[in-house]
């Protein structure tokens, strides 16, 4: 079982940033893929962005340019560092770790 701890999710001025991280723990060996999800009131939960193990990396097409996904998998933690950002990226922002495990979510507000 893996457990993922969200943070730095907050309230950020339209051009501001932001930096998530997501630490994984728990019984497992290996996590192939970690990524972030949003999801905004009444929209379907989309891919933010992916990377693997080895930093092969997956953006959806209205972050690209401003945010950037990495990881430390010493620490089996990924980041996701959020630039420019814009009223439209408010969300609840979730992490994900391999096939089905997901954290709590974590509220990311961009408003004047």
């Known amino acids: 079982q893996v457990h993922l701890v969200e943070s730095g999710g907050g309230l950020v001025q339209p051009g501001g940033s932001l930096r998530l991280s997501c630490a994984a723990s728990?019984?497992?060996?290996?996590?192939?893929?970690m990524g972030w999800y949003r999801q905004a009131p009444g929209k379907e939960r989309d891919l933010v962005a992916s990377?693997?193990?080895?930093?092969?990396?997956e953006y959806g097409d209205s972050v690209k340019g401003r945010f950037t996904i990495s990881r430390d998998n010493a620490k089996n933690t990924v980041y996701l560092q959020m630039n420019s950002l814009k009223p439209e990226d408010t969300a609840v922002y979730y992490c994900?770790?391999?096939?089905?495990?997901w954290g709590q979510g974590t509220q990311v507000t961009v408003s004047s």
């Open positions: 994900k770790g391999g096939r089905a495990n």
């Open positions: 728990g019984r497992f060996f290996s996590i192939a893929t």
């Open positions: 990377i693997t193990s080895g930093g092969d990396t």
